[in-house]
C-alpha cells in the first residue's frame, strides 16, 4: 500500500519534473550562449600569457579550473535579469520584459442566433485595469439589430462572466444563444481567442472573458525586484508589524551567537575530555554519537514543551545544535595531534599542563575553528525554522508573519537578507580562522 | 657514579589481541659512553624504534632497565632530546619559539633564552629565518630547526629517529656533515636510527646491526668514519677502501635478514 502510494507520488513528480526539462535546457543553452560569446570577447582583449594559459592539459587538470570570475557576474546579473524580466521590473527597459499581461481596452464581437434562425452581431467592449484601480465605463453605443453591444470592466489575472444577454432584445431564455466569436463558430463549453484574451462559452451559454495574462508573474507570486528593495527600505525604516527589522535581525543573531558560545564552552571542553581520557570517551560516545545525526529542528517540539517559545527555549535549541558539533570538533582536534610532537615536548621537559597549554590546544584550534563555522552555519539555519515555528520578533517570524498577509515581497527580502547573513557569518568565520589559525593544514 | 648510558638486558614482550605475543626485543645491552655516537641499523620489524622510545622512556621494557649517569629512566625527560622524521615541530611557532621551547618550559628568563636560540640559530645556519613560521621552511631547515631545538635544551643524550630520512640526497648530505659537527662541538651522546647503510657507516663512531624476530643485536662495529669525516668532505670519506668494503658487508647481512623474512612468512602462509 504504502509502496503504491510512494510510487505513484515519485510518478507525479517525475512528471512534474519533465515539464522543467525545456526550460532547463534553454538555460543550459543560455550558459553557453555567453561562454561562447565571453571566449570571442576574451580573444579580442589582450591574451594571457600566465604560467596556466600555457598548459595544454587543461581537461582533467583541477588546477586549471579556478572559478571564472566573469561567468559569475553573467550569472547573478542573469537571475536578476530574469526576475525583472518575468516581473515587469522598471528597472530595465520594456523591451526585456516578457509580453506583459493585456491591459486597456479590447474588442471582440459575438453573434446571437435567435430561435428562427436571425442571426446578429454585436461588440464587446473589455476595460482590463490593474488591480487596486476602478476605472469609470465609457459610454458605448447599443448599436441595432437585436444583440446589442456591451461593455466590462475586468481586473487583469482574473476572469469574468458576461450575461451578455442583459441588454439584447432576445434573451437566453426567448432561445438565444451566442454562435460565433470574432466571427468563428463556437459551441458551449469552448473557448475562442481574441484581441483582449480568451472568451469561453460556458456549459450556461454565458460568456466568460479571461483577459491574457502574459507570461509575466502576479506581485502575489514574485514581486518585481524594486519592490522587494522598496520594501526593504520601508521596513527597515517603519519596522514590520511594529518591530523593526533592525530588531528582527538582532533577535535572530542574539540568539545564535549566545546559543553558539554557550554550545562551545560547554562542547569544546567535553570534546577535550573524550579525546584525553578513554572513560569520558566511552562514557560520552553513545550520547554525541545518537545526538549528532538528530536534527536540531527535530528538537523543537520537544524543546517547546518544555521550555515554552520563548528566549530560553531558543537559546537551549541552538546549543543543542552547536554542543554535538563543537564536541567533535575538539574530540578530534585533540586526537589529530601527531604522537611525535607530544613526546617531542615530553623530551624537552614540559609537564601536562604545559603540553595542554602549548601543544594540544593550538594543535586543535583548526579543528575547532571548521567545527565553529559548521556550528554557527547550523545555528542560523537552526534559529530561523525555530522562528518559523513559534516566535515573537526574529527574522524567521518575520518572513512567516508576512507569509500569512501574503506579503511576497517582505518574504523575498527576507529570505535574501537570510541568505546575505549567513554567507556573512562563514565569510567572517573563514576571516578569523585565516588570522588565528594560519597555520592550519600545515602541520 | 658512572657516567653515560648503559642499556642493561633490555626485553619487550606484549601481547596481541588474538592471543598471540611479540618478543619486539630480547636481552639488549649496550654500554654507551659519555660523547660517543652510535647509529643503529636493522631491517625492519628489529625493534630500533622500540628500543629508542625505552630509552626516551615513552615506553616502559618488560625486562631489564635503562641507566643514565647513574640513575633509572623512569619516563620522558628533558635529559633525553628526541629528533624525529619530520613533523614534530610547533607549527603554529616561530622559528624561534620552537628553538626556545625547552628553555622557556624550565622557567628560563626571555633574556637568557634568547642568547641560546641566537647562537643555535647561528650554529645550524638559520639566523635570518628566526621570526619565520616553521611551515614555511623547507624540510632540511625544518630538520636543522629540530636539531637546535633539541640541543637547545642541553641534553646528555640525543636520540634521533631517521631524522634525515624524508630529505633529498643533497640536503641529507648536508645535514650529515651538520649532525657530525654538532657531535663534535657539543660533545653529546647520540643514537641515531637510520635506515641508509651509508648513512650510519659515515654518522656512526660505533654501528649496530640488529636483527629482526625477536630482536636483538647482530654485530656491532667501531668505525673511523665519522671522525674522518668531521670537518671534512663526506664524499672524500665514503672514497675510503675500508668504506665500501663495510657496506658491502652490511647490505649482504641486512639483506639475508630480509630474505629470511620473507621465506619464514612465506614458509607460514604454505
Known amino acids: 500500500m504504502i509502496i503504491q502510494d510512494l510510487l505513484s507520488e515519485v510518478a507525479a513528480v517525475f512528471t512534474s519534473l519533465a515539464t522543467a526539462v525545456p526550460a532547463l535546457a534553454l538555460y543550459v543553452g543560455i550558459i553557453l550562449l555567453f561562454f561562447v560569446v565571453w571566449s570571442f570577447v576574451r580573444r579580442m582583449l589582450t591574451p594571457k600569457s600566465d604560467y596556466t594559459s600555457l598548459k595544454t592539459v587543461t581537461f582533467g587538470d583541477e588546477s586549471t579550473v579556478v572559478s571564472n570570475t566573469a561567468a559569475s557576474i553573467i550569472s547573478v546579473v542573469f537571475i536578476f535579469a530574469l526576475w525583472g524580466a518575468f516581473t515587469g521590473s522598471k528597472l530595465m527597459p520594456g523591451f526585456l520584459h516578457v509580453p506583459g499581461p493585456f491591459v486597456g481596452e479590447g474588442e471582440f464581437t459575438y453573434t446571437l442566433e435567435a430561435e428562427d434562425g436571425s442571426q446578429d452581431e454585436a461588440t464587446v467592449t473589455v476595460l482590463v485595469h490593474e488591480a487596486g484601480s476602478a476605472p469609470d465605463l465609457p459610454e458605448i453605443e447599443e448599436g441595432d439589430g437585436a444583440a446589442k453591444n456591451d461593455v466590462i470592466a475586468v481586473q487583469s489575472y482574473r ?3 458576461l450575461l451578455w444577454d442583459g441588454n439584447d432584445e432576445i434573451t437566453r431564455e426567448e432561445g438565444a444563444k451566442i454562435v460565433a466569436i470574432d466571427g468563428g463558430p463556437i459551441g458551449r463549453g469552448v473557448a475562442a481567442s481574441t484581441a483582449v484574451g480568451r472568451v469561453a462559452l460556458t456549459d450556461k451559454g454565458t460568456l466568460n472573458i479571461q483577459p491574457d495574462t502574459g507570461m509575466q508573474m502576479e506581485s502575489i507570486w514574485l514581486p518585481s525586484p524594486e519592490s522587494v528593495w522598496e520594501k526593504l527600505v520601508t521596513i527597515s525604516r517603519d519596522g514590520y508589524q511594529n518591530v523593526t527589522l533592525a530588531e528582527h535581525l538582532s533577535y535572530s543573531l542574539f540568539r545564535v551567537i549566545v546559543g553558539f558560545l554557550l554550545g562551545a564552552a560547554v562542547g569544546i571542553p567535553l570534546g577535550y575530555a573524550m579525546g584525553l581520557s578513554d572513560w569520558f570517551r566511552g562514557w560520552f560516545d553513545p550520547i554525541v554519537e545518537f545526538m549528532r545525526p538528530v536534527p536540531p529542528l527535530a528538537l523543537i517540539p520537544l524543546v517547546i514543551i518544555w521550555a515554552g517559545i520563548g528566549e530560553q527555549g531558543k537559546i537551549i535549541l541552538l546549543f543543542l545544535a552547536a554542543l554535538w558539533i563543537m564536541a567533535i570538533g575538539a574530540r578530534s582536534g585533540v586526537s589529530g595531534v601527531k604522537i611525535s610532537k607530544i613526546h617531542a615536548a615530553y623530551s624537552l621537559g614540559a609537564s601536562k599542563t604545559q603540553i595542554m597549554r602549548h601543544v594540544i590546544i593550538p594543535n586543535s584550534l583548526p579543528e575547532i575553528f571548521t567545527a565553529a563555522r559548521v556550528a554557527m552555519g547550523v545555528c542560523w539555519g537552526t534559529v530561523v525554522a525555530a522562528e518559523l515555528v513559534a516566535a515573537e520578533k526574529g527574522i524567521g517570524k518575520m518572513i512567516v508573519a508576512a507569509s500569512k498577509f501574503q ?5 523575498i527580502m527576507g529570505i535574501v537578507l537570510i541568505g546575505i547573513i549567513g554567507f556573512g557569518i562563514d565569510v567572517l568565520m573563514r576571516m578569523m580562522e585565516k588570522t588565528l589559525v594560519p597555520w592550519k593544514g600545515k602541520g | 657514579m658512572s657516567s653515560g648510558l648503559q642499556i642493561d638486558n633490555i626485553s619487550m614482550r606484549f601481547d596481541l589481541p588474538n592471543g598471540g605475543s611479540v618478543q619486539a626485543l630480547k636481552d639488549v645491552s649496550l654500554d654507551l659512553k659519555a660523547g660517543e655516537l652510535m647509529s643503529v641499523l636493522g631491517p625492519s620489524g628489529c625493534g630500533k624504534t622500540t628500543l629508542l622510545n625505552i630509552v626516551a622512556g615513552f615506553l616502559a621494557p618488560t625486562g631489564g632497565k635503562i641507566v643514565l649517569n647513574g640513575h633509572d629512566v623512569q619516563g620522558p625527560d628533558a635529559e633525553r632530546g628526541m629528533v624525529f622524521q619530520q613533523g614534530a615541530l610547533f607549527e603554529w611557532m616561530s622559528v624561534r619559539d620552537n628553538v626556545r621551547f625547552g628553555p622557556d618550559m624550565k622557567g628560563m628568563a626571555k633574556s637568557e633564552s634568547s642568547q641560546i636560540v641566537d647562537h643555535l640559530l647561528d650554529v645550524v645556519g638559520l639566523q635570518d629565518f628566526k621570526e619565520k613560521m616553521v611551515y614555511e621552511l623547507s624540510g632540511g631547515m625544518q630538520q636543522r630547526v629540530a636539531l637546535a631545538r633539541c640541543l637547545a635544551n642541553e641534553p646528555d643524550v640525543i636520540l634521533m629517529d631517521e631524522p634525515l630520512g624524508a630529505l633529498d640526497a643533497l640536503t641529507r648530505e648536508k645535514m650529515q ?4 659537527k654538532l657531535w663534535k662541538e657539543t660533545g653529546k651522546t647520540i643514537i641515531l636510527i637510520t635506515h641508509s647503510v651509508e648513512e650510519a657507516l659515515l654518522l656512526g663512531e660505533r654501528l649496530l646491526v ?57 614458509g607460514a602462509d604454505a
Open chain 1, 159 to 161: 476572469s469574468k462572466l
Open chain 1, 407 to 411: 506579503d511576497t515581497d517582505i518574504v
Open chain 2, 177 to 180: 656533515s651538520l649532525v657530525l
Open chain 2, 210 to 266: 640488529m636483527a629482526p624476530r625477536p630482536g636483538r643485536i647482530h654485530k656491532e662495529y667501531r668505525l673511523p668514519f665519522a671522525d674522518l669525516g668531521v670537518g671534512q668532505d663526506l664524499r672524500e670519506v665514503k672514497k675510503h677502501p675500508e668504506f665500501g668494503e663495510r657496506r658491502e658487508e652490511i647490505l649482504g647481512m641486512i639483506w639475508d635478514m630480509e630474505e629470511e623474512i620473507m621465506g619464514r612468512s612465506e
